[in-house]
Nanobody, 116 residues
Framework: QVQLVESGGGLVQPGESLRLSCAASGFIFSSYAMKWYRQAPGKERELVASISSAGGMTNYADSVKGRFTISRDNAKSTVYLQMNSLKPEDTAVYYC?????????WGQGTQVTVSS
């Protein structure tokens, strides 16, 4: 079955970087677009970045544009989120997701905390 497992979160200081990974299995990874969402306490889940199946097209939320980069390695069935110049407002649980056979699948999430 479809599984998505995020990793790479942690505690960092403002201005530092972090790279998140999402390992996918149970579907033909290279055929599907992937997205990263995040959710802070008391707030709704928001779309952070998306990437097309082959990696040729990417989109970002205005709040992270220029700082975050989404990428994928289809040979490894993994999507990444490189987060640079992190700010306290980036603190959230980050989730990867994809729609497979008309159903949206989510990973368990990985915590990112940006604090001085």
């Amino acid at each position: 079955q479809v599984q998505l497992v995020e990793s790479g979160g942690g505690l960092v200081q403002p201005g530092e970087s972090l790279r998140l990974s999402c390992a996918a299995s149970g579907f033909i990874f290279s055929s599907y677009a992937m997205k990263w969402y995040r959710q802070a306490p008391g707030k709704e889940r928001e779309l952070v970045a998306s990437i097309s199946s082959a990696g040729g097209m990417t989109n970002y939320a205005d709040s992270v544009k220029g700082r975050f980069t989404i990428s994928r390695d289809n040979a490894k069935s993994t999507v990444y989120l490189q987060m640079n110049s992190l700010k306290p407002e980036d603190t959230a649980v980050y989730y990867c997701t994809s729609v497979v056979a008309n159903r949206r699948y989510w990973g368990q999430g990985t915590q990112v905390t940006v604090s001085s």
